[in-house]
């Protein structure tokens, strides 16, 4: 992808458009699958075929104002032991579909996992490698760094986690307090150091930009703090503010935040930082040390994206446990019940407590694989698109910018289309309609 970030274009990213974790994406997601969809999908993943699973632990110590996951207080001790207790009975349930499957890798995100205690993890973990092929599968979980302890890090390098992402956000004090997350930078660099020091060997730093009250200068201090540091990975993400969708965004000053131009400029600028600081940009909002096994898949051009955003993991299938996760299939996407008391009536009456989701149609793949391919490798062959003369004009203001261009059916990205990936991505999704405000804006 691009190098560059190029002009900015303010009626190019007016719209706004999804991320592009799956496609179709969550908002085409309906009521007409359930848990035999879940079970038909679990039956068609062939013997020889390595999955991935993902296991949501939807509950914080503390409660971000700024964030979109679903995720509640983990203020009582009784609830997370109920939910952990239910996510063995989801693990023996899809086992008993697919234990002769290959785990490749292992995610645990949330929330924050480590709202549970160590030992919970540690026999979350046994209870999955004991009930499937998981002799090399690669571990990888989120962290909320107040709160992580000596313990965790011991539990996590006796398990052989290889990968740790901490939510960083911002290194900013008052801007900290300004999004419900005070967090000094001293806390950061020591649970950095245990993780070091329990033999994980790939951390990542998420970080935000546009966040209220947040200057170039800010944003820039954070950049270099976290560069001090020396994550391997880092993601940088624009904040999203949708208080009609997310209540809790309602304690953020909307008036505090930066304007569009405003926010282009703070993604240039992180993308220039890390970029001078030698990591490859990933996509339009990741980067990593070159010898990661992300960049490798970016210059290899095995560059995924799912759930998990920017990826290396080449799997097909990515099943999902816990309340509100949702799940990968070729043919399905299939979320769980989001309220933690519904999943726990459904997986104790001995069924998946599958709700929501859509059944892929054959266009579906077609169009998912083309939009994939322009968030990772900018370029991706439309040979045999439908409507891909509609396609042609939704793309002219991008190609009268010099921001795409065409080689006979092939559409390729230039040097300084990265900013708007995802909104040329969006002329290839058949479910926008103009107007649609569900989404935040590109950049």
Same mark, same amino acid.
């Given at each position: 992808m691009s190098r560059s970030m190029g002009t900015y274009h303010p009626e190019l990213l007016a719209v706004p458009v999804p991320r592009y974790t799956s496609y179709p994406t969550a908002a085409e997601f309906g009521d007409t699958v359930g848990p035999a969809d879940m079970h038909a999908a679990l039956v068609g993943v062939?013997?020889?075929?390595?999955?991935?699973?993902?296991?949501?632990?939807?509950?914080?110590?503390?409660?971000?104002?700024?964030?979109?996951?679903?995720?509640?207080?983990?203020?009582?001790?009784?609830?997370?032991?109920?939910?952990?207790?239910?996510?063995?009975?989801? *693990?023996?349930?899809?086992?008993?579909?697919?234990?002769?499957?290959?785990?490749?890798?292992?995610?645990?995100?949330?929330?924050?996992?480590?709202?549970?205690?160590?030992?919970?993890?540690?026999?979350?973990?046994?209870?999955?490698?004991?009930?499937?092929?998981?002799?090399?599968?690669?571990?990888?979980?989120?962290?909320?760094?107040?709160?992580?302890?000596?313990?965790?890090?011991?539990?996590?390098?006796?398990?052989?986690?290889?990968?740790?992402?901490?939510?960083?956000? !911002?290194?900013?004090?008052?801007?900290?307090?300004? *999004?419900?997350?005070?967090?000094?930078?001293?806390?950061?660099?020591?649970? !950095?150091e245990l993780l070091r020091g329990a033999g994980v060997g790939s951390i990542n730093f998420d970080l935000m930009y546009g966040l209220p009250g947040q200057s170039d200068a800010a944003l820039q201090? !954070?950049?270099?703090?976290?560069?001090?540091?020396?994550?391997?990975?880092?993601?940088?993400?624009?904040?999203?503010?949708?208080?009609?969708?997310?209540?809790?965004?309602?304690?953020?000053?909307? !008036?505090?935040?930066?304007?569009?131009?405003?926010?282009?400029?703070?993604?240039?600028?992180?993308?220039?930082?890390?970029?001078?600081?030698?990591?490859?940009?990933?996509?339009?909002?990741?980067?990593?040390?070159?010898?990661?096994?992300?960049a490798k898949a970016s210059e290899d051009g095995t560059l995924r994206r799912n759930f998990q955003g920017f990826t290396e993991d080449s799997a097909a299938t990515l099943i999902a446990l816990g309340a509100s996760a949702i799940s990968e299939f070729p043919g399905f996407l299939l979320q769980n019940e989001k309220n933690t008391g519904r999943y726990h009536i459904a997986l104790a009456a001995g069924r998946f407590a599958t709700v929501r989701g859509l059944r892929r149609t054959a266009e579906d793949r077609v169009r998912g694989r083309a939009i994939e391919a322009i968030l990772t490798r900018g370029a991706a062959d439309l040979s045999g698109m439908p409507e891909l003369a509609l396609i042609h004009d939704r793309l002219a203001p991008f190609e009268h910018r010099g921001l795409v261009k065409w080689e006979g059916a092939t559409l390729g990205l230039s040097a300084d289309a990265r900013p708007y990936a995802r909104s040329i991505a969006a002329t290839i999704d058949a479910y926008r309609s103009p107007g649609a405000r569900q989404f935040s804006t590109a950049v």
């Open positions: 062939a013997p020889d075929e390595t999955v991935s699973l993902y296991v949501h632990i939807p509950y914080c110590r503390q409660i971000c104002w700024y964030c979109g996951c679903n995720t509640g207080a983990a203020n009582r001790s009784a609830r997370l032991d109920a939910y952990m207790a239910r996510l063995e009975d989801e *693990i023996a349930l899809v086992a008993d579909r697919i234990g002769h499957a290959k785990v490749g890798r292992i995610a645990f995100g949330g929330g924050s996992p480590n709202a549970v205690a160590p030992a919970q993890l540690a026999r979350l973990v046994e209870r999955i490698t004991s009930s499937f092929r998981c002799e090399d599968a690669v571990l990888s979980v989120e962290i909320d760094p107040r709160g992580f302890t000596a313990e965790w890090a011991a539990m996590l390098g006796g398990l052989h986690v290889s990968r740790v992402s901490l939510g960083v956000q !911002t290194l900013d004090p008052v801007i900290q307090a300004a *999004i419900g997350r005070v967090q000094p930078v001293d806390e950061i660099r020591r649970v !950095t201090a !954070t950049l270099v703090e976290s560069l001090a540091m020396t994550p391997d990975r880092l993601a940088v993400f624009g904040y999203a503010h949708v208080p009609s969708l997310i209540p809790r965004q309602r304690r953020i000053d909307a !008036t505090a935040l930066p304007d569009g131009q405003a926010r282009f400029a703070q993604a240039a600028l992180a993308h220039t930082a890390l970029t001078g600081a030698g990591y490859a940009a990933i996509g339009f909002d990741h980067f990593a040390k070159p010898g990661d096994a992300l």
